[in-house]
């Protein structure tokens, strides 16, 4: 029974509802019955399904992937720094950009003696 149904019906008379409830109590659903071209033996899906196994069967199984070679360990003729991380990379293009910035406005503003008069504040401290 729907819900519309259901609610029109407690409205109409409570006991109904109650009555038709109790009936549908005692019923159970069934188990789903499997198909029959399926489960039976000598069906097209079952040689189907058998050749699919023997495909499977047949088959040369995949040599296993190599294992990687340990790094080999630094020796002092080679040394490197560790790649940075994209943060970094990043943080440091934008701090660059500002810096181009105001250096670009300086030159603007006050010409090439604007550009040294902003390096000299900048790097050795003269106001």
Known sequence: MGR???????????????????????????????????????????????????IKAARTPKPPAPEPAAP????????????????????SGFLLGVFAWALGLAYLQGGPAGVRKFLAAKFLNKT
Do not use: K
């Open 4 to 54: 519309a149904a259901g609610a029109a019906l407690t409205l109409a008379a409570p006991e109904a509802r109650v009555a038709s409830r109790a009936a549908h109590a005692g019923r159970r659903r069934r188990a789903p019955v499997p198909d029959p071209r399926v489960t039976a033996p000598g069906s097209a899906a079952a040689r189907q399904r058998e050749q699919i196994e023997q």
């Open 72 to 91: 080999a360990a630094p020796s002092s003729a080679s040394w490197s720094l560790p790649a940075a991380p994209a943060a970094v990379g990043t943080g």
